[in-house]
């Protein structure tokens, strides 16, 4: 079992900055990959980026290429995603994810059904 628990979501403006970090329990997730998703009112859960075990290898979603970093530091057992220059589309829950086996396939690593664990997510509210 994995518990995982996100933190340093709030309310912000347009442009400014967040970092949210994801702290996992129960299990150490050094090696295994990490996922950030989130859902916006009435939506579905979308993929918003992703880091491997050891943090040399890193996927986002085309909205948040050059504004998001995510980071992981595993003596922490922790995952943290930068979010900069937000914008109120990025308005969301946030939910971190580990994905505990291997996934194949261009892509694979979006799909949320293939993510073992989930936290309960923070919101992130940006206001224009």
């Known amino acids: 079992q994995v518990q995982l628990v996100e933190s340093g979501g709030g309310l912000v403006q347009a442009g400014d900055s967040l970092r949210l970090s994801c702290a996992a329990s129960?299990?150490?997730?050094?090696?295994?990959?990490m996922g950030w998703f989130r859902q916006a009112p009435g939506k579905e859960r979308l993929f918003v980026t992703t880091?491997?075990?050891?943090?040399?290898?890193?996927y986002y979603t085309d909205s948040v290429k050059g504004r998001f970093t995510i980071s992981r530091d595993n003596a922490k057992n922790t995952v943290y995603l930068r979010m900069n220059s937000l914008k109120p589309e990025d308005t969301a829950v946030y939910y971190c994810?580990?994905?505990?086996?291997?996934?194949?396939?261009?892509?694979?690593?979006?799909?949320?059904?293939?993510?073992?664990?989930w936290g309960q997510g923070t919101q992130v509210t940006v206001s224009s």
């Open positions: 994810a580990v994905r505990l086996r291997a996934c194949s396939g261009y892509g694979c690593y979006e799909n949320p059904t293939l993510y073992d664990y």
């Open positions: 129960g299990r150490t997730i050094s090696d295994y990959s």
């Open positions: 880091i491997n075990w050891s943090g040399t290898s890193t």
